[in-house]
């Protein structure tokens, strides 16, 4: 009971914080406008508790079935939403930004991960590093020199954490390993003890950074914020040490992300300050601990649960192997050869998405469907409209790789990663982490669940409620 005391507290204070936010907040005349259906909730709770009790996923079906399959609205988070759904409403909303509508935060997410002089700003502000340069950094040609770190590290990962077991729940370890990758890869840090000095608070800050902003002792708010402080401090301490070494040595050469974001200059000639810097490392090291971990999750919880499945992966996978030396590592050609390895995994962000999905706010007034969007509005796009609808992917509850096969889903039904200029400039090195993971797993080990039914809850991330337990069964070599 104790463990749910940080997200009851919000809701109990709830309505006296939102009455607040409710009283202060300027209203526009709204109501004469032809909006989209739905509804706001409760006066002052909005329809907070029906998404947190119900789910994201039912939440919004129920919603697409009551009001409108196109778009509909509701109250989250204190603020008037809209809620675009189906292929259409994806493709709209990710050919409309920096057009219609423009990145968006809950205050809970800014607060948590942001430093106080950035919190009020546009979030295009926030980040000096150009996306051209997220995009030239995590692209495959430049991604093809961390294969064989990936792999290595996997291959330590399992040595250390697996083997001596025979039961180990999947979810816990996958967060480890993919966040002592991020840190190796983005940082250079190796020692455990300074990873540790990143991780124990990132945990506080993913935790809470979605919750009710409420800052009260006990609740997962004031344990992000608290978190996010620490987070924050460590990587300054970092970014500044590093940069006194590329001074005194004089590099012109980054030898990880973080030394490239200390050379790199934007279109006036000017360096990132160290918090810009910070902003965007701790940008992607959220991704690692909480997204990339949920994605390898999906995937082992698949392999372990249908013994089908597994065995194909198996089969692809050990003729890879068959082909490298004892020790060699993995490389950018048998990553290319995963080829059902990938549907499979795909297939299991369809069912179980890491993200599920992200904000807007309009930036302009416009139409959609026939219906009146304000600006100023929030807008939200989620996986739960397309991933599980029959209309794009017939028997949506089956597990079928085949659905990838060829030309694959239809454009903006498949979107784990979003799309448009927001498409998550991650998605490369997430399907090369999950790849190595896959093949390291299989070709080791046959994993069986140890609940066959275990119930997914839902945090930042679908997360298995007992961490996903797997029997391990080590191939005899």
Known sequence: MESFLPYVLPLILLPLSLYLVSFLRKTGPTESKNLPPGSNGWPMLGENMEFALSGPQQFVKERMQKYSPEVFRTSLLGEKMAVFCGAQGN???????????????????????????????????????????????????????????????????????????????????SKKYTFELACKLFLSLVDQEDIKKLSDPFTLVTNGMFSVPIDFPGTAYNGAIKGGKIVREELMRIITERRKEIVMNNETEGRDLLSKMLLVRDEDGKFM?????????????VASFETTSSAVTAVMNYLAGLPHIYREVFKEQMEIAKSKGPNELLTWEDIEKMKYSWNVARESLRLTPPAQGAFRETTTEFTYAGFTVPKGWKTFWTVHSTHK??????????????????????PYTFVPFGGGPRMCPGKEYARLEVLV?????VTRFKIEKAIPNEKIVFHASPTPAHGLPVHLHPHEK
């Open 437 to 441: 993971f896959m093949h390291n797993v």
């Open 91 to 173: 493709k709209f909303l990710f050919t409309n930004e920096n057009k219609l509508l423009t990145s968006w935060w809950p205050q809970s997410m800014k607060k948590a991960l942001l430093f106080p002089e950035f919190i009020e700003s546009n979030l295009k502000e926030v980040s000096a590093l150009k996306r051209s340069f997220h995009h030239d950094i995590l692209k495959p040609e430049a991604l093809k020199q961390y294969i064989p770190a990936m792999d290595s590290l996997a291959r330590q990962h399992l040595d250390s954490d697996w083997l001596p077991n025979t039961v180990v729940k999947v979810f816990p370890l």
């Open 389 to 410: 609808n029959p209309k794009y992917f017939p028997e949506p509850e089956k597990f079928d790789p085949k659905r990838f096969e060829g030309s694959g889903p239809a």
């Open 273 to 285: 300050s160290e918090m810009e810097i910070s902003n965007n490392i701790i940008g992607l090291l």
